[in-house]
DNA sequence: ATATGTCGTATTGTATGACAACTTTTAGCC
DNA sequence: GGCTAAAAGTTGTCATACAATACGACATAT
């Protein structure tokens, strides 16, 4: 009987723009199981015919539903539905947020990446990324002299260097992990406070790093960038915070 | 002077297609806070001639951004950055998975963690875990020996190292990553491949690993771990990766 | 002077046609 | 049957055009 799969297009929603209301479309009839796993859509052609769209429409569409991971195209195959992705994120629950401890913890995820990042960023890094990182340095100061915080220069100082290493994921890691600490310091608070009085003493763990990145040489970028996550613990730590479990037995 | 946001373009990644280039181009860009929260991003003609694709490539990639929260488009307007949610977590692209240089970027990602969780493991360790971290390691031969490909072996061994930091964001990220890892080489294949003709190679490594955390030898655990990740990407450097067609005949 | 209407321009949304790169199927030959 | 080559089908990319919307400039009315 009809063994091919039916598309019955209910009218779709009349607000957003068409290639929403196709999205909208394809995703409930993948749900719908009219699409198992592994089966393939019709063309794009024959979509566009059926849902009374152009091509261009049905392309932008399924590009969002590859980027949601919910199908995958092979080039002069067609586009296939995806297994269920075990789409599980890394994400940090909220309500640890203002536990010091916490805090202390994903610094020290922070440790653990920033060396290596700094490495990368002293082998991989291009001249205009030498003079990002150096502006964002000079951006730090310019903060602190205008009587800001520094904390997002401060941010932004580091994210060059991320962006350095020419890999995404890094920076986008970092990114993850610094909305967690803003959020979080904006609550113990504390950032500040020991930013404020040890600022000479960052201030001089920053240009190590820098100076390191600007001279390729990648393990003395990785001690600095160690040794400046290593004194950020140390601050919070000695900063009316409760230790750590440490190793015992 | 000139403060509009620049755009210096490097020359993007040389995998995927033009879309996922220009994709994660323009994330990198506005992670990097050229373009902050609010700001507009040139048109798209604009973008298309900076980048040197066509306007569909270009709108393409904004509508992937868009339905990832990245950005918004407003007709006649243009497309702005939006304000980055609070809790937005830590997530690798889907479109990603079957693209051979991501999964070389995210082992890099585990190098940068995978020793700095040695050495903490090294330093934390309790005798309850190393035990664990011995039967997991005894686990990966069993698994060897019954035929199977060993992955989910492999894992827990690395999960009951990230165990013992006593740090749970080592675990929950190192959870993550494998599982797109398993996910990515279920596509690319060449994981049992290469781990069952070198698995010999990868024994040792582990063992080096163990030992190092055993003796409460930090120094040498990073070592090992940094070695045993750097080996890990050269297998699937050197191997001859290709993408799997789905069985759906 | 302020408010309002109109217009022109810039930008995104959509349509169409074409070609390239790639995969699958088919036809033909041995 | 098995192999090769042609053909058809599909996604990826490009170029162009027009529609729909937003926004500022300018003129006009109150």
């Not at 995703?27 to 009219?34: C, N, V, Y």
């Not at 392309?59 to 586009?79: I, N």
């Not at 610094?107 to 990002?132: F, K, V």
């Not at 609550?187 to 201030?203: D, F, H, M, N, P």
Request: charged content about 25%; overall charge negative; hydrophobic content about 45%.
């Amino acid at each position: 009987m009809d063994s091919a799969p039916q598309f019955n297009v209910e009218p779709i929603a009349v607000t957003g723009t068409l290639t929403d209301r196709v999205c909208e479309a394809l995703t409930q009839l993948i749900a719908s199981e009219d699409f198992g796993a592994g089966a393939r859509l019709p063309s794009e052609q024959q979509m566009a015919g059926r849902f009374g769209v152009s091509r261009t429409v049905i392309r932008e569409a399924v590009s969002r539903l590859k980027s949601e991971g919910l199908v995958e195209s092979r080039q002069g195959s067609g586009v296939f539905v995806r297994e269920r992705n075990i789409d599980t994120p890394f994400r940090i629950d909220p309500a640890l947020m203002d536990c010091r401890q916490s805090v202390l913890q994903v610094i020290e995820l922070r440790q653990a990446l920033e060396g290596e990042i700094a490495a990368l960023a002293a082998t991989r890094r291009t001249p205009a990324q030498m003079t990002a990182i150096r502006d964002a340095l000079a951006g730090i100061a310019e903060a602190e002299a205008a009587g800001d915080d520094g904390v997002d220069a401060d941010i932004a100082f580091h994210r060059s260097i991320a962006a350095a290493t020419d890999n995404p994921h890094f920076l986008a890691l970092t990114e993850f992990l610094f909305t967690f600490l803003t959020h979080a310091t904006r609550i113990t608070r504390g950032y500040e406070a020991t930013k404020r009085t040890l600022s000479l003493q960052v201030k001089d763990e920053h240009q190590h790093i820098v100076d390191a990145i600007a001279a390729n040489d990648a393990e003395a970028a990785r001690a600095a960038a160690r040794q400046h996550m290593k004194c950020a613990m140390q601050r919070l730590g000695s900063a009316n915070l409760k230790k750590l479990r440490q190793p015992s037995a």
